[in-house]
């Protein structure tokens, strides 16, 4: 088949699977079709486009450079109809001045072990959304990839921070800390007094915080950009 017909039967058909999408895209009521599941905790009253920013280009060009790359024509797809979301549709809601693991700070070069396993310089590497839940990681023990070597001068706790690590109890560290120090809460002494794994767990699924119902910051209703 020669080049120009296979761009053509490219482009054709690219237009047809275009426009079927965006017909089921724009009728009313059907959001829940294309969306992947129900939205993840608070994000009920969130409008889909502050989080999904409409790519750039034309819709034709969009569709085009789709179609070349199904035909080995083109490296990569490009995003149509709407951008994938990422961090910096979440920041605009979700940033706060005391944050204390911000998403920016682990592109250091430091943290690339890190990166490799956990990716944490993404929110969407544990927020997953359309899932229905809070937290989509299925564990508590991520604390490992950074903090092997977290030393206190005078470590109140009654079984000190070097020994739980050594013990590898990396399952404990949520207990008495949460991740972003967005809650004000009582930060325990006694390992007694930790959180038990499995409500963090239930918290992660979308149950009430362990923590504490009083936050430092509450997230904006409308993208601050
Ligand atoms: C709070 C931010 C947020 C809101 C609001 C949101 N989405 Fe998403 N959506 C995401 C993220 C993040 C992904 C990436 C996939 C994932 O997380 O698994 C995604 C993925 C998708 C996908 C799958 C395609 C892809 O890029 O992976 C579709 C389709 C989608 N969203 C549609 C919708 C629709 C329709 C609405 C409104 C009802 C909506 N979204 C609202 C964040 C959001
Ligand atoms: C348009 C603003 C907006 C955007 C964009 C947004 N959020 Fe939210 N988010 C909110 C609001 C408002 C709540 C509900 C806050 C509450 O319950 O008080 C919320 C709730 C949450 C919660 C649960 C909070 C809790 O205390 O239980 C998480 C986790 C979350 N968002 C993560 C994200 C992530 C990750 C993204 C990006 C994919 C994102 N949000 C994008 C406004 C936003
Ligand atoms: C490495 C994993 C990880 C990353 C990356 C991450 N989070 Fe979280 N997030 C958690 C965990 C675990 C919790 C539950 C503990 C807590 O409440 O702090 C949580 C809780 C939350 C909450 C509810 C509690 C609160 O602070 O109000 C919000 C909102 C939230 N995350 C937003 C975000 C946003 C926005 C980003 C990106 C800027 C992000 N998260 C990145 C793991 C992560
Ligand atoms: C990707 C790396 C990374 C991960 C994963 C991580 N942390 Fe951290 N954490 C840091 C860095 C960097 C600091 C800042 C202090 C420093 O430079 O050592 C910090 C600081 C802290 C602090 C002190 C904050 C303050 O205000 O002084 C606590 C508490 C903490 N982390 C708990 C946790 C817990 C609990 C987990 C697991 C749920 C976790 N961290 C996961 C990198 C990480
Ligand atoms: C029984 C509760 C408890 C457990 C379990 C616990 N911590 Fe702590 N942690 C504390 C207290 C109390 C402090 C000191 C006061 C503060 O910083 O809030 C502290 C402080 C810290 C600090 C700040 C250090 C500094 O120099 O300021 C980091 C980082 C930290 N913990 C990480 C961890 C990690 C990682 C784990 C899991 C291995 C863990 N913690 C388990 C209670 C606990």
Redesign the pocket.
């Known amino acids: 088949m020669a080049r120009r017909t296979r761009q053509n039967i490219g482009l054709i058909l690219g237009l047809a699977a275009g426009a079927l999408a965006l017909f089921v895209l724009l009728m009313p009521g059907r959001e829940a079709w294309h969306a992947r599941g129900a939205m993840?905790?608070?994000?009920d009253?969130?409008?889909c486009e502050?989080?999904h920013l409409p790519a750039p280009g034309s819709l034709r060009q969009q569709l085009q450079a789709n179609a070349r790359h199904l035909l080995g024509l083109r490296a990569t797809a490009a995003d149509f109809g709407l951008q994938q979301?990422?961090?910096r549709?979440?920041?605009?809601?979700?940033d706060f001045p005391q944050e204390r693991h911000p998403v920016f700070r682990f592109y250091e070069p430091r943290f690339q072990k890190a990166r490799d396993a956990l990716h944490p310089e993404s929110?969407?590497s544990?927020?997953l959304?359309h899932r229905g839940v809070?937290?989509t990681l299925d564990n508590i023990d991520y604390c490992r990839h950074c903090h092997e070597e977290t030393k206190l001068k005078n470590d109140p706790l009654d079984v000190s921070h070097v020994s739980l690590i050594e013990a590898e109890q990396w399952d404990s560290c949520l207990g008495c800390h949460d991740f972003h120090g967005?809650h004000l809460m009582t930060v325990h002494e006694q390992l007694s007094e930790a959180i038990p794994p499995a409500r963090i767990l239930e918290y992660f699924r979308g149950g009430p915080?362990p923590y504490s119902a009083d936050?430092k910051f509450?997230?904006?209703?409308?993208?601050l950009r």
Not at 40 to 43: I, K
Not at 89 to 94: F, G, S, Y
Not at 218 to 223: G, L, S, V
């Open positions: 993840n905790s608070g994000h009253d969130i409008a502050h989080c979301a990422g961090s549709e979440c920041l605009a809601c979700h929110c969407v544990c927020h959304e809070r937290v967005n915080s936050r509450t997230p904006r209703q409308e993208p």
